[in-house]
C-alpha cells in the first residue's frame, strides 16, 4: 500500500510476536504451568477481601473535594451542634434518626381510626428495648433532646391535644397555630388536598425518632431493634407502613455484593457452553471442547490475578468492582476467539511451534490494538473525582492486562499441547489415537465404517487445497453471501439510510438524558428503604430542603449599606421559582424585630452587640446560628425553604442557581445542605464524561496510527468511537438510564470495546492483498466476521444474567454493556466494513514488495523448503483453469531462475499439485512465483537437460509438511507456449492467458 502504509510499528510488533509464539511452541509447559503457580499465589489476596471492602455510599460515590465538603467543614467548626437544644433544620449531617411512613388505606388519614394506629405504633417504639450486655437501652435514653424532653413530632401533639374532635377540626397547611407556636406541618403531612389553607384530606403522616451523636454502637443497636419490629406483624388495619433509618441505605448496599456472586457463577456456566459450542467441531481430532473451555478458564485466572494483587496491595474494594469479572470475560473470551480463528488458518502440516508463530503474527497485534485501548481508558478513568471509578478502574484495568498476558501465554501454550494432540491424530476425549481422515473427503484411509464410527472413530480432516482445517459453515456465510451482499451498491444506500437513522435517534436521546445517581437506586429493587422512598417522593416531595445561607466572614451587620446589600441579596433567592417566599428563618430578622419593639438603635456597633447575648438567651435556637468569638460574629446563617424539587434535574438546577445567586451577592455568602453532598455529581458529571471521552478517544486515535498501517483507517477507527458513544448515550437515556458515576464508568469501557470490533476489521482490511476495497471488504469479514460475533455473543451472554438482578447498579451495567456491544457489533461487520469501500484510496503494493515479503516470512519461519511441490491427489480441468486465468506472475529475487543450459522451456500452471515429469527440473530455490486470490503458488520450470526435479531433494516428509501450492511444468498442457529459451527470462507480470 504504498504511499500511504505506516506499518513501521506495526510490522516489527508482529514480527517479534511471531518469534514469540514460536519460543512458547518450543516450551508449552513452563508457559501453561506459570500462569497457574502466579494465580494461586496472587489469589491469595482474597484473604484480606473484607478488610479492603470500602462501601461507603459519600466516600465512593460523590466528588472528591467536592464543593458542599468543603462547605460542611466549615458549618461543623463554626456551628456545632448541640444535642441538648436539638434542632434537626440546624444538621450538617443527614442525623442520626428513624423513620417511618403511614399511608392510609382510604382517602383520609386525619381520621379517628388511622390516627390511632399511628399512636399506638409510636407508643411501641417509644418503648422498645435493646439488650447490650448487661444493660438495657431505650429510646429516652438515646433520644435528641430539647429542653430536657425527646424530640416530639409536632402532628402528635396535635392529635392528642383535639383528640377524638380531631376529625372536625379545621387544620391549615402548612403552618397551623399551636398554642402559642407556630407548627410547620409540611414534613408531617403529605398528600394534603386543602380548601384554601385548610386541610380537606391528608394522604399520609411521616414520623422522626432523633437519637443523639454518641456512641454509634449504641444509636446502632436501637435502630436495627426499630427495623426488626418492622418485620414483626404489626396488625394494621387501616394504615400500611413504610420505614428507614439513617444506617438503611448504607446497609442495604452493602448487602447487594450478595446479589452478584451468583450471577457470576452462572455466567462463567454461560461463557463456557457457548465458548464450547461455538468451538465445536464434528471431527473427534480436530474438536476445539477443551480449547474453548481453557480460554474461558483463561479469562478466570485473569480476574484471579488481578483482583489478588490489588488486594495485596490495598486498592479498596468497591462494590462496583464486582461488575469487572463479567467485563473481563467478554474481553478474555473475544481475544479466543480471534487466536482460535488465526490457528485454523495455518497449516495442519506444519510444526505447532510454527502455526503458533504464525498465528501470533496475524492476531497479536490485533489484539495488543484492543487491550491497549480497553487499559489506556480505563487508566484516564483515574482523572475522575469519584472514588468508586477509581476503584473500578484500576481493578478493571490490571485484569485487562493479566487478561492479555494469559491469552498469549498460557492460552497458547494450550493451543500447541492440543496442536501436539492433532498432530498424532488422538480423539480429543480419550487421547488415543484414531484412524485418520482423508484431507477433504473426511473418509478413513482404513476401512470405511459406518456414519456413526467415523464421527467418533474418525479424524483429522483438513482442506487439502491450502493445509488448513476445514472452515467453518459461518465463514463461507459470510464470504459467500453477507459479503458479497453488503458491497452491493443498493446494499450500501441501505447501510449509509440505517446509519443516519442511528444517528438522528442517538442524537435526539442525547438531548434527552438526565444527569445524577438517585440515591434510592443505591439499595435493592425489593428493599424496604426503597418502598420508603417512594412513598416519601409521592406524599412528601412539595417541600424540599431546607437551605441554609451561611455569611461566612466577618460582616458588618450594623451597617446600614451592608444590610440594604444583605436584603437585596435575600430578595434574589426568594424571587427564585423554587424558594417558598412565606418560609424564612433568619436570627438577625427577629433580633431587628426585638430590637424595634424594645426601641434598641441597632444600627450602633455597640448596641448591637450590647444587646445580642441577651437577644439569644430568650432564643436559645437562634444561638446556634451566630459563631461570636472575642465580641466579633465571623460568622452567621439565616434559612430558606425549597419546594417542589422531585427530580435530579429539579435538584440539578436547585443547586446551581443556589450557588450563582450566592456568588453574585456583594455580602461573602455560601450555601449549604446535607444532600448537597451527594448533588456535587451534577457539577462535575458532564464535564469530567467530555474531559474522559475526549482525552481517551485522542489516545485510541494515537494508538490506532502506529498499529494499524494505514492512516485513514485509524481515523475510521477513532469515527467509530464517537459514533458508538454517541450511539450509547442516546439510547441509554431512552432506556431510563441517568448519567452519573455508574453510567460514567460504562462509558469510559463504550471507547474500548468501541476500538475492539473496528479495530479487528479495519486492520484485516489494510492487510488484506486485494485489489478492490469490496474484496478486501469481504475478505476481512471472511476471515474475522465470525469471531467477531463470537466475541460479542459472548459478551452479551456475559452481562445478561445481570439484567436479573434487583440492583441498579448491575442492570445499569447491563444495559449499557448491550448498547455498547451492540452498537459496536453493527459498526464492525456493517458500517465500517462499508465505509472503508468509500475511502479505499491506498494502491497495492508492487510485486517486487509482496516477493520481499514473502521471502522475509520465510526466512523467519525458518522454511528451507518453501518451495518443495506437494504430492497430492489429483483435480480436474475446471480447477486448473481458476488457477490460472487472469492472473500473473510475480518475480523471484533471484535473477537467475535456473542455472541450466540455454534450452527450449516449456512452462505451464496446474492446481492437482502432480509431481511434475522426472525428465524436467528446475532448482526449488529459485523458482518464482505467482499469486491467486491472496495465495502463493510455485512455478516449477521443467528442462529436458536433467532427468530430476531439484525440488526431489527436498525430504519427501518434510515437503508434504508445507502449506504450498506448487505449480508444475507441463509440456503438454493445453494453450500453454514456450515464454522463453531459458528460465531466466521469466519475468515479473507476464500474464498466462
Known sequence: MAGCNTDCVERPISIGFMKFGRFVGRHPWWFFLCPLFISACLGSGFYFLEDREANDIEEQFTPVNGPAKLERLFVQENFPQNDSVFSNQRLYTDGVYASFIAVSKSPNILTQDALNEILKLDKKLRELNVSMGDEVLTYDGLCARKFNKCMPNKILDVVHYYGDKIERTELTFPFLRFGFTSVFLGYSVGGVTLNSTVIKSAKAVRLFYFLKHGNRSRTDLWLNGFLKEFNTNLNLTFVKVTYSTSLSRQVEFEANTKDVIPLFSITYVIAIVFSILSCLRFDCVRNKVWVATFGVLSAGLAVLSSFGMMLHIGV??????????????????????????????????????????????????????????????????????FRSVQSFCLYTSAAILFCYAYSITFFGAFLVLNGRRENSNKHWLTCKEVAEAGPTTGESKAKKENKWFNLCCVGGAYDQHTGREEVQPMNHFFKNYYGPFLTKSGSKALVILLYATYLSVSLYGCFQIQEGIDLRNLAADDSYVVKYYNDEKEYFSEYGPNIMVVIHKEFAYWDEKNMSDLETCVEDFKSLSFIEKNIFTSWLKSYKYYGYHTKLNLTAEDVFKKNLGLFLR????????INITNNSIHASRFFIQTVNISTAIDEMNMLNKLRDTAKKCPVPLMVYHPAFIYHDQYAVIITNTIQNVGVTTAVMLVISLLLIPNPLCSLWVTFSIASVILGVTGFMALWDVNLDAISMIILVVCIGFSVDFSAHISYAFVSSKRGSGNDKAVEALYHLGYPIVQGAVSTILGVVVLSASKNYIFRTFFKIMFLVIFFGLFHGIMFIPVFLTFFDLCIRESPAKITKETEQESHAMGNSQAMCPQKSGGEDDDKDKQIYVNHTFLSDSNNQVCQSPTNPVVWSVTLNNQPPPTDQVCLASTVPMFKVDGETYDVHMHTPSNNALASETCPQKQASQEDHNCVTGNNLHEGITPASTNCSEVTSNESIN
Request: proline share 4%.
Open 316 to 385: 479498596p474494594f468497591v462494590m462496583t468492582v464486582a461488575n469487572s469479572p463479567f467485563l473481563i470475560l467478554g474481553i478474555g473470551v473475544d481475544d479466543m476467539f480471534i487466536l482460535i480463528s488465526c490457528w485454523q488458518q495455518t497449516n495442519v502440516h506444519d510444526k505447532v511451534e510454527d502455526r503458533l508463530a504464525k498465528t501470533y503474527k496475524e492476531a497479536a497485534v490485533s489484539i495488543t490494538i484492543t487491550t491497549l485501548t480497553d487499559v489506556l481508558a480505563f487508566y484516564i478513568g483515574l482523572m475522575t473525582p
Open 618 to 625: 430568650f432564643y436559645s435556637d437562634f444561638k446556634q446560628d
